[in-house]
């Protein structure tokens, strides 16, 4: 589990796309106490750590992983957004993410307010409704609250602080960046469906 707040930005520096891809990522981060097997969120997309060094980690993605995300769009020189996943004690900082991205919204206006920016995001119409004002939604890894929604399109307000310290700020209109909905309105969906069911 992750809480959706970035600690360090990394970058792609090899990418073998044999069978199940296999990516280096070079971090800020002091790695050797990274554990094998351990869970990482680049750009929100949870990641299995297979192999470590110094200032490194690696993780594999199968094909599912690389046809859902944007994954398939990483290149060596690509920059992530990290998070190391939650440990007990951690402070809940954003919201509970689980790092398993449910499709890709993609970017339609940023404009500058004072000394934020609001972005506009298109989400795919299978996911929009459980978009909601006021709620939670997972960008790139990103935890951010929702200000407005219109139909299939909804907008955020990034902080100047969120606007430098995330890959965020490098997006360009028509970017398309990993989507994930909050949990909670992901299980009162199904919760909802499964009553209508039943009556």
Same mark, same amino acid.
């Given at each position: 589990?992750?809480t959706?707040? &970035?600690? @360090?930005?990394?970058t792609?520096?090899?990418?073998?796309?044999?069978?199940?891809?296999?990516?280096? =990522?070079?971090?800020?981060?002091?790695?050797?106490?990274?554990?094998?097997?351990? %869970?990482?969120?680049?750009?929100?997309?949870?990641?299995?750590?297979?192999? *470590?060094?110094? /200032?490194?980690?690696?993780?594999?993605?199968?094909?599912?992983?690389? /046809? #859902?995300?944007?994954?398939?769009?990483?290149?060596?020189?690509? %920059?992530?957004?990290?998070?190391? @996943?939650?440990? !007990?004690? /951690?402070?809940?900082?954003?919201? =509970?993410? %689980?790092?398993?991205?449910?499709? !890709?919204?993609?970017?339609?206006?940023?404009?500058?307010?004072?000394?934020?920016?609001?972005l506009?995001?298109?989400?795919?119409?299978?996911?929009?409704?459980? =978009?909601?004002?006021?709620?939670?939604? *997972?960008?790139?890894? &990103?935890?951010? *609250?929702?200000?407005? #929604?219109?139909? /299939?399109?909804?907008?955020?307000?990034? &902080?100047?602080?969120?606007?430098?310290?995330?890959?965020? %700020? @490098?997006?360009?209109?028509?970017?398309?960046?990993?989507?994930?909905?909050d !949990?909670?309105?992901?299980? !009162?969906?199904?919760?909802?469906?499964?009553?209508?069911?039943?009556?």
């Amino acid at each position: 589990m992750f809480t959706g707040i &970035i600690t @360090a930005i990394g970058t792609v520096t090899d990418l073998q796309k044999q069978g199940d891809w296999q990516l280096r =990522i070079q971090t800020p981060w002091a790695c050797g106490d990274i554990a094998l097997g351990a %869970s990482i969120a680049c750009s929100g997309i949870c990641l299995t750590v297979t192999e *470590t060094g110094d /200032d490194w980690f690696a993780v594999a993605a199968s094909q599912e992983t690389i /046809d #859902v995300t944007t994954l398939h769009q990483w290149e060596v020189g690509t %920059s992530l957004n990290l998070e190391r @996943a939650l440990a !007990m004690g /951690d402070e809940l900082g954003g919201h =509970i993410v %689980s790092g398993h991205v449910d499709g !890709m919204a993609t970017l339609q206006s940023v404009q500058s307010e004072n000394d934020s920016h609001r972005l506009q995001f298109k989400a795919p119409s299978h996911l929009s409704p459980f =978009i909601a004002a006021k709620g939670s939604v *997972t960008l790139d890894g &990103i935890s951010l *609250t929702v200000n407005d #929604v219109s139909g /299939d399109v909804f907008g955020v307000n990034i &902080i100047e602080h969120t606007w430098t310290h995330t890959t965020l %700020s @490098a997006r360009q209109v028509g970017d398309r960046v990993n989507l994930e909905i909050d !949990m909670l309105a992901r299980y !009162m969906a199904r919760l909802l469906e499964t009553q209508k069911g039943t009556e």
